[in-house]
């Protein structure tokens, strides 16, 4: 009976300790993964950020360069006239189809008018 009475308290202190351990262990896991203050603004370690980086100083020297601020306004203005003029374009099909489609009715309705009295 001591000797069941022994192996069930170790058996039991085995439990508490790894339980303590995993307890322990996140804790760490936490405080690496959350580093505080201002160190969190630089995690040169993680590639995520560097892309970010990276991306953000292309995109801060282009658009301090006068020149390719130039060639952007001016790409845009002509995206933009681009897009105006395909908008105008379509609104005038339109305009044709609806104009072709009411040319056509009257004449189908007369005709169809003129068949039913032949008959």
Known sequence: MEQLNITE????????????????????????EEPGGIASWFAFTDSSYLKGFAAAAGITLLISSPTVREKITKGGIKAWAYLQSGV???????????????????SSSSEQAQFSSEE
């Not at 308290?9 to 690496?32: G, P, R, W, Y």
């Open 9 to 32: 308290n170790q058996s039991l202190n085995l439990k508490e300790t790894k339980e303590e351990n995993a307890d322990i262990s996140k804790e760490v896991q936490v405080h690496q």
């Open 88 to 106: 105008e374009e379509f609104k005038e099909k339109v305009q044709d189809v609806r104009a072709e489609m009411s040319e056509q009715s009257p």
